[in-house]
């Protein structure tokens, strides 16, 4: 059973507009949520983190949003530029349990010229 | 900032052979490093947790013997794959535990077994 989903594989956007990346996770003891993003044959690269006691968590382009109630999490990225052009994972963590994070997925972003 | 090394990047080896990767951190302790494996177009999947000083602690399904995980130091972890055969090809990458409670990762290990 998947604790954190990315229900979008693929997401493709136009190059300035706003890229929104969903995920959902069904483990309410999860407290600290990150995005990475990941190039072919790379390690994935951290983006953006948030806990659970905020809803939002802004840096640069890259804004995490955080629905406790609904278990959801997004990330918007404005405005897109090809350079996003990647997977981006979300990862969900309870910290009090240590720090065994739990990937989702993935989706894939490709921002068009 | 924090930085986590991983080598080599990339590796080649004949079936039967075993190969070793490491993983550093290089400005910052870790007494807890994890190791991944990804297959292509899927998602990191968690192989084993390797704590300083003690055993590690493997997946459901990992085989210990065919991944062996030595964390001798805190700066320290590698990961051999003995007796590699082809289904062992993969990218396979660490990460560590570092500063403000974020994870860094190494940049990964494209391991093809002829």
């Known amino acids: 059973d998947q604790q954190v989903k990315q229900n979008s594989p693929s997401l493709s956007v136009q190059e300035g507009r706003i890229s929104i990346l969903n995920c959902d996770y069904t483990?309410?003891?999860?407290?600290?949520f990150l995005w990475y993003k990941k190039y072919p044959a790379e390690g994935p690269t951290f983006l953006i983190s948030?806990?659970?006691?905020?809803d939002k968590n802004e840096d640069g382009r890259f804004t995490v949003f955080l629905n406790k109630s609904a278990k959801h999490l997004s990330l918007h990225i404005v405005p897109s530029q090809p350079g996003d052009s990647a997977v981006y994972f979300c990862a969900a963590s309870d910290l009090l349990a240590g720090q065994n994070f739990v990937f989702g997925p993935g989706t894939r972003l490709s921002v068009l010229p | 900032g924090a930085v986590v090394s991983q080598h080599p990047s990339w590796v080649i080896c004949k079936s039967g052979t075993s190969v070793k990767i490491e993983c550093r951190s290089l400005d910052f302790q870790a007494t807890t490093m994890f190791w991944y494996r990804q297959f292509p177009k899927q998602s990191l999947m968690l192989m084993a947790t390797?704590?300083?000083?003690?055993?590690?602690?493997?997946e459901q399904g990992v085989e210990k013997d065919k991944f062996l995980i030595n964390h001798a130091s805190l700066t320290l972890s590698t990961l051999t794959v003995t007796s590699a055969h082809p289904e062992d090809s993969s990218f396979y990458i660490c990460s560590a535990p570092g500063p403000n409670e974020k994870l860094f990762f190494g940049s990964g290990t494209q391991l093809s077994v002829l």
């Open positions: 483990n309410s003891m999860f407290d600290y």
């Open positions: 390797s704590n300083e000083g003690s055993k590690a602690t493997y």
């Open positions: 948030i806990s659970s006691i905020k």
